[in-house]
């Protein structure tokens, strides 16, 4: 495979925007607090309290509606060109690796689907360019300048809106080369990439090649699943997006001391953790003490993902419009999209009703170490067959348990009647999780890392 890789072309920075004062007599009384709505019986007053922090939640869907009507406009128009400005083109819904649904399609949570399933692939670029760096690069026969998708997720959204599935696929997994248009400085060429019969790749070497539209084609080629949109981030992205929420509050099982990036996290324990820190910590990949390599750094990932959507999902961050916008604004100064537009993210946003964390947990592809490559992984067919043909379907995953919205969130949730394992849980340590374990007859054994419960990375 050529090492002929290029970045996406650079794209100018798009300031922050000026949010109103929103001032309270002119609001919606329902989202400004402490104030009493006209008309509610008094004691609607003393519920309030409990009843905050589901009601926060709603406000963060009335700040994008007011981007999406006009009342911030120059913040919505903004964004929007931001977006443009960033857009590749990689979705390809005609793809013949696509596979049909070949199951009844029912929502096992009893909720009607009214919306059409959705999967996202998410991409975390390791451009070593410009403020991105060269950290991590151990490979010396790889241009520095050079990307790859380090980070790989595809995000299922159910018909139902009940339950988001996650699933990360490990960079090192071997994949037979798909047929790929080369791409440099961000645009696909019209000249296809040499490959020889029978010729392997690891899946983050699809981006390398081909961009966005390689990896996309690579993951339908894999999974069968058909991808509807892209979002991809680079390491300044995300740690801008941690610091414009103030940090995110993570338990770390144990100190992280990565023989490459040096200490990142001296302590274990619950601590809060800016944009650098949350950085570092989710590219360690040779952490001491740690024998699973990127599958733990996957672990991790998960983990500060989800205390990343809690704190997005939180009300000190719902009700605070100038940490709204800077993170919509980390958004989109950093990201590259495609088919994608803020009217889709609201719109999307809208379709979940209240946003839930516990609805989104992520799981791990299952892989075992490939004996021909010994630093590759092999796929885990026989594992990874009925979570494929699960997420081609639009349901739920081997064990897995459909979302009770109003039901209380638990961080250890009981086992099932049926005996199915119960998701895991803080206490269990990234090496008690492998995915390559046992065969998946349950979500535990593809180290399930539910959002909305707090566990240790």
């Avoid at 672990?299 to 993902?305: P, T």
Wanted: proline share 7%.
């Amino acid at each position: 495979m050529s090492d002929d890789r290029r970045e996406p072309a650079g794209v100018p920075d798009i300031g922050p925007q000026e949010q109103p004062s929103g001032d309270p007599e002119s609001g919606d009384p329902e989202l400004i607090p402490g104030r009493h709505r006209v008309g509610a019986p008094h004691d609607d007053r003393r519920r309030r309290g409990a009843r905050l922090a589901g009601r926060s939640l709603v406000a963060v869907f009335a700040v994008l509606i007011l981007a999406a009507t006009g009342t911030e406009w120059a913040i919505k128009s903004s964004a929007d060109a931001g977006i443009q400005a960033r857009s590749v083109q990689a979705v390809d819904t005609s793809d013949s690796n696509i596979d049909s649904p070949s199951a009844t399609t029912s929502p096992e949570s009893g909720t009607v689907a009214t919306h059409p399933a959705e999967s996202i692939l998410l991409l975390g670029s390791d451009s070593r360019a410009g403020a991105n760096g060269n950290a991590g690069n151990d490979n010396g026969s790889v241009d520095t300048s050079v990307s790859q998708s380090d980070t790989l997720m595809v995000a299922h959204i159910s018909a139902d809106r009940q339950h988001v599935t996650v699933l990360s696929i490990p960079r090192d997994l071997e994949i037979p080369a798909p047929s790929c248009k080369q791409w440099s400085n961000g645009v696909v060429s019209n000249n296809d990439q040499p490959i020889s019969r029978g010729e392997m790749w690891k899946i983050t070497n699809a981006y390398a090649v081909g961009g966005p539209a390689c990896t996309v084609k690579a993951v339908q080629q894999l999974t069968g699943l058909r991808i509807d949109r892209v979002i991809g981030i680079d390491f300044v992205g995300f740690q801008a997006m941690v610091d414009a929420v103030g940090g995110v509050r993570v338990n770390v099982c144990q100190p992280i001391i990565d023989a490459e990036l040096g200490t990142v996290i001296p302590t274990a324990g619950d601590q809060l953790i800016h944009g650098d820190t949350a950085l570092s910590l989710v590219r360690a990949r040779k952490v001491a003490g740690d024998p699973t390599g990127d599958l733990g750094r996957i672990r991790r990932q998960q983990v500060v993902l989800s205390a990343l959507l809690r704190q997005v999902t939180s009300a000190g961050t719902l009700l605070s419009p100038a940490r709204l916008n800077a993170f919509l604004q980390a958004f989109v100064q950093n990201t590259y999209t495609d088919n994608v537009t803020v009217d889709d993210l609201v719109t999307l946003a809208q379709s979940f009703g209240t946003p839930d964390p516990s609805k989104v947990t992520f799981y791990t592809l299952p892989t075992h170490i490939s004996e021909v490559n010994p630093d590759g992984l092999a796929l885990d067919t026989s594992a990874a067959a009925p979570v494929f043909h699960a997420l081609v379907n639009d349901q739920l995953l081997p064990g897995e348990v459909a979302t009770d919205a109003a039901a209380p969130t638990s961080a250890t949730p009981p086992a099932t009647d049926s005996g199915v394992e119960p998701l895991a849980t803080q206490d269990q340590s990234p090496q008690d999780q492998s995915p390559q374990d046992h065969a998946p007859s349950s979500v535990a054994d593809l180290s399930a890392v539910n959002a909305g419960q707090p566990q240790c990375a």
